[in-house]
């Protein structure tokens, strides 16, 4: 999507002309831009992350810079998606000790027992012997952040 096509879905988005993009706008344009819906959370911390911020909501280049950063971050979450569900061969919903040795292996990474255990045990926040998509999620973004 290039520029002017961000500015027409912009003001296409700009309900009732004010100049900026209010809570309601933004659900609208990232579902007409990703097939998304934004939940109230992501889009508070989108809005507290803006500096100096004027208006209760996204002024056009502001839309402009979250339309390039945010498509970044769903490419992101799809990998990782796709990640835990070829680990998680079963459709389980979740990642066992035997599926993470698996993922060694397949990688053909050498690692003795202890260290698997250690790093499965950091994973496995509750210590149910699972590993959520949502703790793989965050274990990936960690470690892509560093």
């Not at 990703?34 to 889009?43: E, N, R, S, T």
């Amino acid at each position: 999507m290039n520029k002017n096509d961000i500015e027409k879905l912009f003001r296409e988005c700009d309900r009732k002309g004010k100049g900026y993009l209010d809570r309601e706008d933004i659900k609208v344009a990232t579902i007409r831009l990703y097939g998304l819906k934004m939940d109230k959370y992501k889009i508070e911390r989108l809005l507290s992350n803006i500096p100096n911020r004027v208006h209760p909501g996204l002024t056009l280049d502001q839309f402009i810079d979250f339309v390039y950063s945010y498509k970044h971050q769903i490419d992101h979450e799809d990998e990782n998606r796709e990640t835990f569900l070829i680990l998680d061969r079963t459709c389980k919903g979740f990642l066992n000790k035997d599926d993470f040795i698996r993922a060694f292996e397949r990688l053909n990474i050498k690692l003795n027992p202890d260290a698997i255990d250690s790093a499965f045990k950091q994973l496995d926040v509750d210590g149910d012997g699972r590993i959520s998509y949502r703790d793989f999620d965050f274990m990936m973004n960690y470690v892509a952040e560093e």
